[in-house]
């Protein structure tokens, strides 16, 4: 084997990867855009994807490819392309006989942005242990999750998810020869990755291709977890020059031959007024299928489909982060009257619930909630902390404790672990300093990200820093996790439990600056809040 280029055969073909040096010092070989499927372009546009065509010379995989097309927030300009459809493979086991375990990771990015490139989610940490990392791309926005009626259409919605379970698949498949052991893999993602993960496990496209999950700040119960019916691949037709004659069919044509620059221009700008005051985050993600075809994805309603999941016997890692809804704090400065016409809150009310927000009862459950968070006073830019605490609960930490109880429910065997994040740095908390404020403090949306993967925002931390322990905990919890049968516990915690097997309050590992503990869940009383808007029948 060439020590600097090795050659590692696959289904398709045989692919060629580089050595490199981790910014922790542990060499590895990198395999990136290897062709998972065929590349999604012309007719196969929107489409299913297809096994990519096969090859017999090397493939250079030793450059890093483009994702997806979409708008990047931090460049300020749409990016990617329609053949990205790669999977990476990061291995320090070439050659050996004993398979590593595989952490398989999915991103975020509202199925809207995001990819798998090392700027964000660089191995170097993981790495540091002896498992086998692998990312991917997948189709976001219109491009992988356009969605019609029309059965003879073929595009009942989903491709991006159907995308990521052929990336699954690939792996289940060729990862041997990388060192990695097919049959212990643990799928994780945060976010948007955190939902799509939780949807491979209660759809049964994916049963079996995993043995364990982590569920990071996401997950099928959240209330954008699907998009509701608005008509949006067809508004979407209409903003790239469609009549509106001829039905679907006609707004089809018009999208396959549109410009996918012009298209995400037109995704970013299709929410109108009333859809992001009900808190509608973004126009394409998941569906729940109008029609069954053979590899349906999300054929109903995802709580009923969490009731049913095969993934009930397997155990996982679930929680979030302390301040997840600083997320919504650059909204806030651009267009502060989010706060002063936030009314009765009826438009926080759940939209799942089905209320009509002029009803006395969407204002009446409108009214508890800004009781709860505001107590007598008005929401304003100067009080906005009542707010950002109701959004960490509404879109975030109240679907992940449904899908705890859910699993309790279940009266499976399987464990069911939750965290909770609440590390706060000056330093390396980078998406709270980056995309929200440099001058406030709190654990954001996706700063635990820094902890777990070397991105392009920041050195690793000093070794004597709290930082730098983190990242070390962070590690060892999820590869522990990943090598020790589904248990976190024997590195860094030996208390970590998992919930009880009764519904009522649980307690969570805490991970913070003082290190970690093992406590009862701090947010009970607002997930009791948010319990008593459910009737029970739709709660878990």
Known sequence: MDATNPIVPTNYGPVK????????????????????????????????????????????????????FQYSKLLDKIIGSEDSLHVNVFTKNLGNEKLLPVLLYVHGGAFMRGSSAVEMYGPDYLIQRDIVFVSFNYRIGALGFISFDTPELGLPGNAGL??????????????????????????????????????HMISEQSRGLFQRAIVMSGCALNNWSVVPKRQFSERLAKALGWDGQGGEKSALDVLMTADPVEIVKQQEVLL????????????????????????????????VMCREAWSNDVDILIGGNSEEGLFCLSGIKENPSIMTSLKSFEYLVPLELDLIRTSQRCKELGLRLKHFYYGG???????????????????????????????????????????????????????RIIFCDKDVRGTAHADDLSYIFKNAFGDVPPKDSFEYRVMIDMVDLFTTF???????NGGVTKEWQPVEPEIGPYKCLSISNDGLKFIDFPERERMELWDSLYPKDQLY
Request: with cysteine.
């Open 17 to 68: 990867g580089i050595r490199n040096t981790a910014a922790t010092g542990v060499d590895y070989y990198s395999f990136q855009q290897i062709p998972y499927v065929k590349p999604p372009v012309g007719e196969l546009r929107f489409k299913d994807g297809q096994p990519p065509t096969p090859w017999k010379d090397p493939l250079d995989c030793s450059v890093q490819g483009p994702g997806c």
């Open 272 to 303: 109108t007024e009333n859809e992001l005051e009900n808190r509608i985050l973004f126009a394409f993600g998941p569906v729940i299928e109008p029609y069954s075809k053979p590899n349906c994805f999300i054929s109903k309603d995802p709580l």
């Open 162 to 199: 159907k995308d990521q379970n052929l990336a699954i698949r690939w792996v289940v498949e060729n990862i041997a020869n990388f060192g990695g052991d097919p049959k212990n893999i643990t799928l994780f993602g945060e976010s948007a990755g955190g939902c799509s993960v939780h949807y």
């Open 482 to 488: 990943a090598t020790n049968n589904g248990n976190p």
């Open 377 to 431: 006073s008005n929401p304003s830019l100067e009080n906005k902390t009542g707010y950002l605490t109701l959004m960490t609960d509404k879109l975030f930490w109240h679907g992940l404790h449904r899908t705890i109880y859910s699993r309790i429910n279940s009266k499976k065997s399987a464990k069911t672990y939750v965290y909770r994040f609440s590390v706060d740095s000056a330093t390396h908390n980078h998406y």
